[in-house]
């Protein structure tokens, strides 16, 4: 997306031009334009709400949240490379893989000190593979990432047998993905947490704002003396990482691995972190408005379902709202550069 490495990521878009006779109605503009989605999702609560009685209980919205913490991690490992302009199709594969290979581990009698960090290895390696290929061949992160995903889901196919995999998870990982702190699941506090670090990172410190300067103009960025193919790799290697992650949360939540699981959860990836373009920092990827993106995607899942809609409505609601985010976030983007 654009960038302007002139001010801090963080800093709003400027809302003040001259004349001082109608400064609120501005100011009250830039703060809808910049919290749209946060007020879409305050009212489709409250029209759930008022619809369903079980919509507001404390058990539906803590099982909402913690279903979310695996697209919400996907999310942030779709953000980097788009930052960058660059798209990494093979995070669902990856995902599957990963918790396969932590299943196969727990099946062979390893512990936790081996399988969670031959987990995030092995995403962090799927990501730099993915910036490898993309950089030194010079191949369409599309292509590139694609073939490394179908891959991917051959030899995850192969690891299992064509089964499900449940035994030896540690429990460490299932008490992370089913245990509760102070009302909430840990998973879903690790991953406040995570969004954090990386806001932290993406809005505060030169690397973030040198990311958000490659996907700005690679012609500027270059000329301004960013090194653009180690960025581009970093970025790769960040979104493998933190598939890493969502998959520990994933594999801790459910038990086990299916050889089939990952590929469903790219689009509402995808979904959230487009939509988030018009969340908090308009026209710019960034974490705050993924994650209110995921959240108003699971309450209007959640809504729909508590009210009776069928199972089919869910992935024709994820097209909808991907085609709706990204045809926003595009107008944001030219917004910003006139």
Same mark, same amino acid.
């Given at each position: 997306?654009?960038?302007?490495? !002139? ?27 910049? /919290?749209?989605?946060? &007020? ?19 058990? +539906? ?27 990494? &199709?093979?995070?669902? /594969? ?31 390696? #799927?990501?730099?593979? +993915?910036?490898? &290929? ?5 191949? !369409? ?44 699941? #840990? ?26 300067? #490659? ?13 653009? +193919?180690?960025?581009?790799? &970093? ?22 691995a299916n050889p089939l699981f990952g ?6 990836? /995808? ?20 994650? #209110? ?10 809504g729909l379902n508590l009210l009776g ?30």
């Open positions: 997306m654009t960038t302007d490495t !002139s001010r801090s990521p963080a800093e709003p878009v400027a809302t003040t031009a001259g004349g001082n006779d109608a400064p609120r109605p501005r100011a009250l503009a830039a703060f809808l334009k910049r /919290y749209t989605t946060l &007020l879409i999702l305050l009212a489709l609560m409250a029209v759930f709400s008022g619809l369903s009685p079980q919509f507001l209980t404390s058990l +539906n919205l803590k099982n909402l949240l913690v279903v979310q913490v695996t697209v919400c991690c996907m999310a942030f490992a779709a953000i980097l490379p788009l930052i960058v302009g660059e798209f990494d &199709l093979s995070l669902g /594969y990856a995902l599957g893989f990963i918790m396969m290979l932590g299943a196969c581990l727990g099946g062979l009698g390893c512990g936790a000190a081996v399988i969670i960090p031959a987990m995030l290895a092995a995403g962090l390696a #799927i990501g730099v593979l +993915n910036g490898l &290929l993309r950089i030194w061949f010079n191949i !369409s992160s599309f292509i590139a990432t694609l073939g490394v995903g179908i891959l991917l889901s051959g030899v995850t196919q192969g690891m299992s047998g064509g089964s499900v995999l449940y035994a030896g998870i540690p429990p460490i990982l299932t008490a992370a993905g089913q245990d509760e702190v102070l009302g909430l699941g #840990i998973s879903v506090w690790l991953t406040l947490v995570l969004a954090l670090v990386l806001v932290f990172v993406l809005e505060h410190t030169p690397f973030g704002r040198q990311l958000y300067a #490659i996907g700005g103009s690679e012609r500027v960025a270059f000329l301004a003396g960013i090194r653009l +193919n180690l960025y581009k790799v &970093l970025a790769f290697a960040g979104a493998g990482l933190l598939v890493g992650i969502a998959a520990l949360f994933e594999l801790g939540q459910s038990g086990g590929p469903e959860l790219l689009l509402p990836a /995808y979904a959230a972190a487009f939509l988030g373009v018009t969340t908090y920092r308009p026209g710019y990827f960034n974490v705050p408005g993924a994650v #209110i993106a995921i959240v108003l995607l699971a309450v209007g899942f959640n809609a069928p199972y089919w409505l869910q992935p024709i609601f994820n097209g909808i709202v991907l085609i709706v985010a990204v045809i926003t976030a595009a107008a944001e983007g030219r917004q910003i550069l006139k």
